[in-house]
């Protein structure tokens, strides 16, 4: 069974950084495309990043662009998420998945993937 954990999530001030991580659990992350998505309370569910496997590109959101990196280590079966100059509106439940896919400008979607649990992160001073 695919299954996948997030982790590094917490509160941090306005300008202060964080990073996620997402492990699976019975397969290698190597051969799937994957991305981060959030969801705010009362708010849709939303891309933040995506790695695609067609052509390896990364992909972000313009609400974090410049500001968030979406990394994999294939050696630790991990991909990050390191979010700097982090704000309040970046405040959200935040999810791997994989099979995640561009559509674009800053549309893409994991509708068929594997999700994990989520991880909080809260920006607050």
């Not at 590094?8 to 992350?29: D, E, K, M, N």
């Not at 992909?59 to 990196?69: E, P, Q």
Request: glycine share 12%; aromatic share 14%.
């Amino acid at each position: 069974q695919v299954q996948l954990v997030e982790s590094g999530g917490g509160l941090v001030q306005p300008g202060g950084s964080l990073r996620l991580s997402c492990a699976p659990s019975g397969f290698t992350l190597d051969y799937y495309a994957i991305g981060w998505f959030r969801q705010a309370p009362g708010k849709e569910r939303e891309g933040v990043s995506c790695l695609t496997f067609s052509d390896g590109s990364t992909y972000y959101a313009d609400s974090v662009k410049g500001r968030f990196t979406l990394s994999r280590d294939n050696s630790k079966n991990t991909v990050y998420l390191q979010m700097n100059s982090l704000k309040p509106e970046d405040t959200a439940v935040y999810y791997c998945a994989t099979e995640c896919k561009y559509y674009s400008g800053s549309d893409f979607r994991a509708d068929y993937g594997s999700w994990g649990q989520g991880t909080q992160v809260t920006v607050s001073s």
